[in-house]
């Protein structure tokens, strides 16, 4: 299967798509661009909030407004009145890390890790925010964060840090918040690219975006890479189920580190795709803090 191009929106840096049902919309955001886009696939209207930071992943909250992972801090956020409220710094005694990709659990807490955009050196954390504004470190010792995602019931955590060329899994205790026996479920090592931005499907597969792979793949619950969707672009970054019936996949993309000659050869780069992979996804709970 391939993806289409939806919303040819060139963004910098595409990153951290989810379907918000409540104003029946995809979410993202332009991390380089420094912007929140969102689009209704029924009347293919477009939004984009122009932010004063690098926005890199956010989400609804159950009583308005945002939780935002800006790249050195969390924060709720009104996008009406543009009244930020600090959570707390990311890593402030650290210049090199910044926070990178994350979602909301089942129970609506915030879960975020970071990446070190400088040395890649592995000393970046894995953070959770929960519904009381708490902020609780989950793990250290991560490169570039990404994957997060929970498996339908709550009960599993997926992750990756990219580098590693790997996907793995916790068990998630969904009373506390807690991981506990990582273990890998896939390899990368022989997939053209690196596992980004992932999202579940209702059926317990994750799907991931591969970075400079050209592809999103879904890794079925024995661990197997079990489908394929081409994305005509270099670097899809990140996917999530959407639409009234959360059977269409939404794919986006990024332009960054790509030279004038890749982006003549693909001048969509940093697009929204679609696709209808022929399964449904669940859709994320919103923050409940």
Known sequence: MRAALVLDCKNQHGEGVFWNPEDGRVWW????????????????KTANIPMRDRVCCFAPRQNG?????FADRVSLFDSQTGQEDKIADYQPENGETRLNDGRTDRQGRLIVGGMNEVTGAADAEVLR???????????????CANSTC???????????DTPDREIVAFDYEISTGNVSRRRSIASFAEEPGLPDGSCVDADGGVWNAEWEGHRVVRVAPDGRIDR?????????TCCAFGGPELDTLFITSSRL?????????EPHSGGLFAVKPGVRGVADAPFRG
């Open 65 to 69: 407004g945002m939780i935002v992972a």
């Open 29 to 44: 955001t332009d991390i380089e661009g420094q912007s929140i886009w969102s689009f209704d696939p029924e009347d293919e």
């Open 257 to 265: 580190m790509s030279d004038e000659d890749a982006l003549a050869r």
């Open 228 to 236: 394929v969707i081409e994305v005509p672009v270099w670097k899809p």
């Open 129 to 143: 925010i929960d519904h009381d504004l708490t902020v609780t470190t989950l793990f250290g010792g991560v490169s």
């Open 150 to 160: 929970f498996s339908p019931d709550g009960e599993t955590m997926y992750f990756a």
